[in-house]
């Protein structure tokens, strides 16, 4: 049974469950958006799998996280954006609320150590105390491709030059059809390797295997010739 700090004598921000006491929906002193890469296996972990590691993480790593309050407390993690399952990225955030002060280069050498499956702490760094996090705002993509320069080099101006790249999804409301193309801002290709740059603030920005799938179909080539990541991404304040 969860009992209110006021029913128990203890300080604001505690409650009491299954005999222990834990720091949970205290103000937020401190918060700091984690930036990390996940490359090799970690790339398979799904978002459920990612928020469960991240649990364990902050708890293993001894920081004052600040928690939720009930039968099963946690802690207040928030990220930006799920990243499709099996796609590297050089650039995720999660943000982390504590319930005391606490100093980046501590936040960041504890957590290091706690990295598996090609995990790595890429920077930490102090948000504003706010409940609004961070959006993602544009992301650049690098698409491998197993294919001679010159081939890669027409598929991509191939692309530069379509108006329109409409794609099929699935949702709760069933399925519709919607053009990926005015997302993609910048699009470039250097040997084996594609550049792309999408905007993630419009409509219908494009996801990583819509555009694996466009230059698989292009080319003619099995999508197992291509393979891609998020090299980098802008983070900017969600508006209040």
Known sequence: ??????????PPGFCVGAGQRMESDA????????????TGPSRFFSHHDMMRFWDRATR??????????GFNPRPRLVFPRPLP???????EMVEVEFSRPVD????RERLSGLMVGGMSIRGVAPMPLRRKGQVVVRTEYRLKCAAEPAGVMRWTEAF??????????????????????????EAAASGNLITIRVDEQGPSPAKPYELLLWFAQASGLPESAFSIRVADATYALEKD
């Open 60 to 69: 293993r790593a001894g920081l004052p996280v600040r928690m939720t309050c």
């Open 104 to 107: 980046a280069a501590v936040v």
């Open 160 to 185: 530069l030059a379509t108006e329109h790249c409409p794609v099929t999804r699935s949702g709760k409301s069933g399925e519709k059809t919607v053009d990926i193309r005015p997302s993609v801002t």
């Open 1 to 10: 049974m969860i009992h209110s700090a006021a029913a128990t004598g203890l």
């Open 27 to 38: 103000p937020i002193v401190a918060k700091m958006g984690v930036a990390y890469g996940r």
């Open 85 to 91: 399952l099996g796609v590297a990225s050089d650039a």
